[in-house]
């Protein structure tokens, strides 16, 4: 599946603006490095949410979620266990949710396995971090998640609408 053809298709079923920039940079011995990156930007509830996929330097995405508040929005965090640990550990769960609301840790919880996150995470190199955090005037939420990962353009939809629920548990 072709990266920019399912973000844009994407960007444009959430009425976002979508940007793409390829390019190559020199790389050893006089070859060169081919690099892709998409921009996703679009509105979801009062949050500004913006995605960068960065193929082929960092191969990495970042979402960047921002909403003015000034509310005591209950803050947390989503972690995996890196790949090589799972293996060794053999864990039945490869996340860990901590919340400063239970409620919204039991939300997060749920919400994993029904975007089928726990089965990226288990079945495959798929790692995130979130961390959701309310600051002096507005509540943030940063994502990072490499992806060096089979899936990882098919899976694009179901991580941004993750990303939406979970903002659905913040706003209520």
Request: glycine share 2%.
């Amino acid at each position: 599946m072709d990266p920019e053809i399912e973000l844009k298709r994407i960007c444009n079923k959430n009425n976002g603006d979508f940007e793409s920039k390829d390019f190559k940079v020199a790389g050893e011995a006089g070859s060169f490095v081919h690099i892709s990156k998409y921009k996703l930007q679009m509105v979801y509830k009062n949050f500004i949410i913006s995605i960068i996929y960065d193929f082929g330097n960092s191969d990495t995405a970042k979402f960047q979620m921002q909403s003015i508040s000034k509310d005591n929005s209950p803050e947390f965090k989503i972690d995996t266990i890196d790949h090589f640990t799972k293996l060794v550990l053999f864990k039945k769960r490869n996340w860990k949710v901590t919340a400063s609301d239970h409620k919204l840790k039991q939300n997060i919880d749920i919400l994993m396995r029904r975007f089928k996150l726990n089965n990226l995470i288990e079945n495959t190199a798929f790692q995130i971090k979130t961390v959701g955090k309310q600051n002096k005037d507005n509540y943030t939420i940063d994502t990072v998640f490499s992806l060096k990962y089979e899936q990882h353009t098919e899976s694009a939809e179901s991580i941004i609408n993750f990303h939406k629920s979970i903002i659905d548990l913040i706003v209520k």
